[in-house]
C-alpha cells in the first residue's frame, strides 16, 4: 500500500486537494472535521493507495466534495471559518513526501481587489454545485478543438 501523489492550494472559503491516480477505482474519500482520508486501487496494476491526512484547520465535512476523472482525483473541501488562510494542508508541520503545493493554481488571495473576486465567485459557485463524483460534466479532452489561434497568420519573408 502506498500514499497517492497529491498537490494542493487555498482559497478563501476552500481548500482543494488533487490525489494524482490515474486510472483509479473504487475511490473511497472521507471528510471529517479535522481529516480526510483517500483511498483507491490505481493504475493498470491495481496498487492500492492510501491518504489519510490530519488538515491544518476544520472543514464543513457535509460541503466537502469530490470528483474522480481518468488522471486524478479533485477534492473540494469547504473551510469551517472561510476567509482565514491556511498556510499548510495539515496539522503539524512535517514534510509529506508524496503532499505538494500546487504552484500553478495557487492564489494570493488575502489581498485580492473584488474585480478579481467575480472570476473566483464563479468557480466556486461551480464547486458548490457539484453533487456527487460523476455530476460535473468530463473535462478530459476540453483543450481538444483545433480552432485557429489568432497569432497563427502566415508570418512575411525575411528579406
Request: hydrophobic share 30%.
Amino acid at each position: 500500500m502506498h500514499p497517492a501523489t497529491a498537490k494542493w492550494y487555498d482559497r478563501r472559503d476552500s481548500v482543494f486537494i488533487e490525489f494524482c491516480v490515474a486510472d483509479s477505482k473504487d475511490v473511497k474519500v472521507n471528510f471529517d472535521k479535522t481529516k480526510c482520508g483517500f483511498s483507491c486501487l490505481g493504475g493498470t496494476d491495481n496498487v492500492k493507495h492510501e491518504n489519510e491526512i490530519d488538515l491544518f484547520e476544520a472543514i464543513d465535512e457535509n460541503e466537502s466534495k469530490h470528483k474522480r476523472t481518468d488522471r486524478s482525483v479533485l477534492c473540494y473541501l469547504r473551510k469551517a471559518q472561510p476567509g482565514k488562510a491556511w498556510p499548510r494542508l495539515t496539522k503539524e508541520k512535517a514534510k509529506l513526501s508524496w503532499l505538494s503545493v500546487d504552484f500553478n493554481n495557487w492564489k494570493d488571495w488575502e489581498d485580492d481587489s473584488d474585480e478579481e473576486m467575480g472570476n473566483f465567485d464563479q468557480f466556486s459557485d461551480m464547486m458548490n454545485n457539484m453533487g456527487g463524483e460523476d455530476d460535473l460534466p468530463d473535462l478530459d479532452g476540453a483543450d481538444d478543438d483545433e480552432s485557429a489561434d489568432s497569432d497563427d497568420e502566415k508570418m512575411p519573408d525575411l528579406e
